[in-house]
């Protein structure tokens, strides 16, 4: 059953509506389309269409089973309780048209504005904490449902009904995972991933101080390869906030640990944190 107040769609009729493909160029080539869907100008309400091309010739095995592995979560746990980090969502799993392309699965997602878009400059200290607090809920639901996102970045955060949800599960994973698959994207990737260690609590504390970081300093962390990367954060990285934030730099050092069992435990411990030690 498709999650709540989202506008469901006929997949025998996708061709009839007018769909605008937004894909960014590089992701064309690993067979990704997304499309997005004005429903109502006056409300401003849209839709994006994720899904990809059936031509998978030249599509990586990690391009072909990330959208499958995303539809299946959503699948699995959009309606249990505690979902509350899902948007409104429509999953469609059998062949359908835009245009003169053919498909076969797509997952729908309601319209939502990046969460992190707002400047932090703007705001007080105690508004700030609260922008970090809405963030921290729904990846302690996920937690609490025994999975991790795995790939944390600052546009996987969306606002919707004055609620925080996450979006791109297409790398999820139980915590228990011992997978060691390299997909993380390097900006965000903790010391002990370059090392080969598996994705865990820890790491995805980490992921999230550095947006956390990057949304507080407006600067983005810069490397010019993987090698550079794994350098700048397993050694070279001393995060530093401008004076304006100094009551989170405890914080934010904690989150970035060099070493994970130096970091926080989990994200409800980051959430305890700014609670109780951010005046």
Known sequence: MP?????????AKLHQLDF????????????????????????????????????????????????????????????QEGRTFMLPHQIIRKPFQIGNKSFNQALILTDAPAHFDVCP???PIQEIRQHMLRAL?????????????????REHFVIYQN???????????????????????????APELF???AKSLQSEVYALGIIFFEWLTGQRLEATDYQDWALLHCQHFN????????????FIQ??????????FSDFKAVKQALLTEIA
Not at 163 to 185: C, G, H, K, W
Not at 255 to 263: A, G, P, V
């Open 195 to 197: 090392q080969g260690q």
């Open 137 to 153: 809920e729904p990846l302690i639901s996920l937690q609490e449902l025994g999975y991790l996102h795995a790939d944390l970045k």
């Open 163 to 189: 609620r925080v949800y996450l979006i791109d599960f297409e790398q999820v994973q139980p915590l228990n995972s011992t997978s060691q698959a390299m997909n993380a994207t390097p900006r965000y990737m």
């Open 121 to 123: 400059k703007l705001f």
């Open 254 to 263: 904690n989150m970035l640990r060099k070493r994970s069992r130096d970091r």
């Open 20 to 79: 605008q493909l937004k894909t960014k160029a590089r992701s064309l080539g690993f067979g990704r389309r997304l499309y997005y869907l004005e429903v109502n100008p006056e409300t401003g309400s849209a839709l994006w269409l994720k899904t990809q091309t059936l031509d998978f010739s030249d599509v990586s095995q990690h391009a072909q089973t990330g959208l499958r592995c995303e539809l299946d979560f959503y699948e699995a746990c959009g309606e």
């Open 239 to 250: 995060p530093e906030l401008p004076t304006q934030f100094q009551a989170l730099q405890s």
């Open 3 to 11: 999650s709540r107040n989202i506008l469901l769609l006929n997949s």
